[in-house]
């Protein structure tokens, strides 16, 4: 889908879970972009904030949504945060939008959720914007690097397999994973990032030389599911002693950056950019 060109006020942020909704919401308004929220996740912050621009509505009630924002006269959609798509029998829609959904279930793709909601919005005559384009202020870049003296060696063998880590998220097994040294030792799953770095974590006096890797995976898309990275991460990755950071040059979110990268200068962790 392609992504047309913002005007002043004319997106709608539909707003799922995670406290990136609250920045991205503050982020669009100081840039006179936003003109209305969906919550369908509970935020205070922004019902608070945003008293005036913002309507909640549940996950199920999509044909609700859809009929309220082109009352709106918008047609730019921005999505940001978790977003769980029920299935179909548990979805208020009408029999033409149930069998749209339907054919994306026979096509296999029930188990990517966001492929299934980007089509319902784009025969809906809504446009996804892209993440990574709306909010390409907050992507990593090669200028974010950091990195201490003794991490060079380390650094240096990363570099080495840049290659190696792309197959990996070309397989799209998971957006993150964890080595020691040379070896993975663990890859993200339906649990989450940092309940896998807790896991690890929990064992890392054997483990001396910790390293986390995370990409975008190449069945994920832009518009929906562009991967993010934040403080609470950060802090448990500096908790456990991890000592490299590993991203890919603008290919992930930093939520709070200017927070981040400061962090990671004060404390004894290297960044790296592939």
Not at 47 to 56: I, L, Q, T
């Amino acid at each position: 889908m392609k992504n047309l060109a913002t005007s002043k006020n004319d997106i709608c942020l539909i707003a799922g879970s995670g406290l990136f909704v609250y920045e991205v919401a503050n982020y669009l308004n100081n840039k006179n972009l936003l003109n209305q929220i969906i919550l369908i996740s509970e935020n205070n912050l922004i019902k608070k904030k945003f008293k005036d621009k913002c309507k909640s509505f549940k996950i199920k009630d999509l044909e609700k949504i859809t009929t309220f924002i082109r009352s709106k006269n918008l047609k730019k959609i921005l999505i940001i945060g978790y977003v769980e798509l029920p299935s179909i029998d548990k979805i208020n829609l009408s029999i033409k939008s149930k069998l749209l959904i339907s054919k994306d279930i026979f096509l296999n793709n029930i188990n990517d959720q966001s492929k299934i909601l980007k089509r319902y919005l784009s025969n809906n005559k809504l446009t996804l914007l892209s993440q990574k384009k709306i909010l390409k202020n907050m992507l990593i870049s090669y200028q974010d690097e950091y990195f201490h003296n003794e991490n060079k060696k380390i650094i240096n063998k990363l570099k080495i397999k840049k290659n190696f880590f792309k197959k990996i998220f070309s397989m799209n097994i998971a957006q993150s994973l964890i080595l020691n040294g040379d070896r993975v030792i663990a890859m993200e799953d339906i649990f989450g990032t940092n309940n896998m770095i807790n896991k690890i974590g929990k064992i890392n006096p054997k483990l001396n030389n910790l390293i986390f890797v995370k990409s975008k995976k190449s069945d994920q898309i832009d518009e929906i599911d562009f991967p993010i990275i934040g403080m609470e991460t950060l802090n448990l990755l500096i908790k456990y002693k991890f000592r490299v950071i590993c991203l890919f040059n603008n290919n992930i979110l930093i939520s709070q950056k200017d927070n981040f990268l400061k962090k990671i200068r004060a404390n004894n962790i290297s960044l790296i950019i592939l």
